[in-house]
């Protein structure tokens, strides 16, 4: 398991902060049309382009932003990345689980 690091940016969907991505091989880094799954909320989030409008000191820009992957995006992904996705999911819910009944014990 692979994971690489980037600079820090909300969940769209609950606004944790996010700092990194794990993957299975070593492509790891995040790029537009990539799909992760957030580790506190464990919604589906899409990487895209969101472009920044030129001010007068910067040039227009764009940076690379996660953002919420909608029922039908998730549909129209390919078979096996909605398998990787509710895999990680199903991973991530089994921590979290593991997790909490450690807390319950103490
Ligand atoms: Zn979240």
């Given amino acids: 398991m692979i ?4 600079t820090e940016q909300p ?5 944790h902060l996010l700092d990194a991505s794990a993957g299975f091989d070593d ?4 790029r537009a049309g990539d799909v992760s799954v957030c580790v ?3 919604q589906f989030s899409v990487w895209a382009w969101k472009e920044i ?3 007068e000191k910067t040039p227009e820009d764009a940076e690379l ?8 995006e998730f549909n129209e992904l390919p078979g096996d990345v909605r398998g990787d996705l509710l895999r990680a999911q199903a991973h991530l819910e ?10 319950a014990k103490h």
């Fill in 53 to 55: 409008a030129a001010t």
């Fill in 94 to 103: 089994a921590l979290k689980k593991a997790q909490a009944l450690k807390e």
């Fill in 65 to 72: 932003v996660q953002q919420k992957l909608s029922p039908r």
């Fill in 40 to 42: 506190a909320c464990l």
């Fill in 3 to 6: 994971v690489h690091r980037y």
């Fill in 11 to 15: 969940c769209p969907h609950c606004g």
């Fill in 27 to 30: 492509d790891a880094e995040p």
